[in-house]
């Protein structure tokens, strides 16, 4: 089992910035994302990083978003630059045992584990 624990998430104005992070307890995992979900939409991925670092990420946020991870604290980022409000959203991290690489980083039926989420707002 893993479990995953998301922190980070606030309100920002436009153009902000926020750092998310997800520590990941149990076991290590080889695949993960992040994913958001705004109300009344269903969940998207927004960026995801395999076994070897190699990352992946929604059009929507290419060159504003990275996503990084610290092994060995089996801890998983997402630094959100440039933010806008179509970013608000709940944002969950997500975790797989399996290796997955490109496109299937950011499908949501890749992963196994969820986090509970974290809002992040950002207004105009």
């Known amino acids: 089992q893993v479990q995953l624990v998301e922190s980070g998430g606030g309100s920002v104005q436009s153009g902000g910035s926020l750092r998310l992070s997800c520590a990941a307890y149990?076991?290590?995992?080889?695949?993960m994302g992040w994913f958001r979900q705004a109300p009344g939409k269903e969940r998207e991925g927004v960026a995801g990083?395999?076994?070897?670092?190699?990352?992946t990420y929604a059009d929507s946020v290419e060159g504003r978003f990275t996503i990084s991870k610290d092994n060995a604290k089996n801890t998983l980022y997402l630094q959100m630059n440039s933010l806008k409000p179509e970013d608000s959203a709940m944002y969950y991290c997500?975790?797989?045992?399996?290796?997955?690489?490109?496109?299937?980083?950011?499908?949501?039926?890749?992963?196994?584990?969820w986090g509970q989420g974290t809002q992040v707002t950002v207004s105009s």
């Open positions: 997500a975790a797989r045992f399996g290796v997955v690489r490109g496109p299937l980083l950011l499908n949501r039926r890749t992963y196994n584990y």
């Open positions: 149990g076991y290590s995992v080889n695949s």
């Open positions: 990083i395999d076994r070897d670092g190699s990352t």
